[in-house]
């Protein structure tokens, strides 16, 4: 097993949890694609960050908390392969910066400048075809299904969720992202919510 494959199997563990459909190895995975396509120069903190950014998931957590837990867990599980010798210790450079950009994964503020094209390889599911972006929405309601007492409840939540995204100055980071992906994202989102 290479280095990459041991920290690869090990963050995709975190995601096969039961009560996940949309933050799942499959989203962990489809970031990876995205970035050869849309990022082929990752550097090594952004590839640990989207192995790990939603490592720690429970809906319905105070925000950030997610993001802290799965900043540590990167570190915990990074620590005990490179124990084991399954990994290289990687810098603590890269430590941090993985850290920094996990935590910018709340979509909250503006990310930092190292943190942008993992903002915005994370938000790229808003921009996906139409019948993509509406399973998404179910994934979501099925993650978030014992925190409302029923559907329109959740999708409430939902389209609130959606009308904060789109009252943002830009939803994507980086000049890269917005050129190719926010006009679509906005035109999803309008559409979800009938406007």
């Not at 993001?67 to 490179?82: D, G, H, I, W």
């Not at 139409?130 to 007492?149: M, N, S, T």
């Amino acid at each position: 097993m290479t280095a990459g494959d041991a920290l690869l199997e090990a963050a995709l563990a975190h995601h096969r949890q039961p009560h996940r459909a949309y933050h799942d190895a499959r989203h962990v995975l489809e970031l990876l694609e995205l970035a050869q396509a849309h990022a082929p120069d990752l550097t090594a903190a952004e590839r640990l960050a989207i192995l790990f950014h939603d490592a720690v998931y429970v809906p319905g957590a105070a925000k950030g908390e997610n993001e802290r837990l799965s900043a540590l867990l990167m570190r915990a599980t990074v620590f005990a392969l490179a124990h084991a010798g399954l990994v290289a210790t990687p810098a603590d450079a890269v430590l941090a910066d993985a850290d920094t950009i996990i935590r910018a994964t709340t979509h909250a503020e503006p990310p930092p400048a190292l943190a942008a094209r993992m903002c915005d390889l994370d938000l790229w599911r808003l921009a996906a075809p139409w019948d993509d972006f509406v399973r998404h929405g179910e994934d979501i309601r099925y993650e978030f299904r014992y925190l409302h007492a029923s559907d329109d409840a959740f999708w409430a939540a939902r389209h609130a969720f959606y009308r904060s995204m789109l009252q943002k100055p830009a939803l994507f980071a980086t000049d890269y992202f917005r050129d190719r992906f926010e006009a679509r994202a906005h035109a999803n989102l309008s559409r979800a919510i009938g406007t």
